[in-house]
């Protein structure tokens, strides 16, 4: 799937002109080499983390039981709140100048 790069921008002759537009609109460099680069934005990732159900479940216990609901409510908010949003590209330049991106899915 190949698509133009920055149809806002007038003609980009280089990979770091590109870089660059990317990065002014928020994405982050997370590879490049002289022929391609991968960007990314958003945040990947579990909503909560294992440390996250470890201390909830240790006061369920020190509560007897009395903090479940709470954990549940807690634990509902948090992940609909911090859904991963990870988005990925690959942009690549040929020997010709010509550039492809490439959208990468995410493995969360």
Do not use: Y
Request: charged residues 15%; proline residues 7%.
């Amino acid at each position: 799937m190949t698509s133009p790069v920055a149809p806002w921008h007038p003609d980009p002759r280089t990979l770091d002109e590109v870089v660059t537009i990317f990065v002014a609109q928020g994405w982050r460099v997370e590879t490049l080499t002289p022929t391609s680069v991968v960007l990314a934005t958003g945040r990947g990732g579990p909503a909560v983390s294992r440390d996250f159900h470890l201390v909830n479940a240790i006061i369920s216990v020190v509560t007897c039981g009395a903090w479940l609901p709470g954990w549940l409510i807690l634990w509902a908010v948090l992940t609909l709140v911090n859904r991963p949003n990870l988005q990925r590209k690959m942009i690549t330049v040929n020997e010709s100048g010509q550039f492809s991106t490439f959208d990468i899915a995410a493995n969360t």
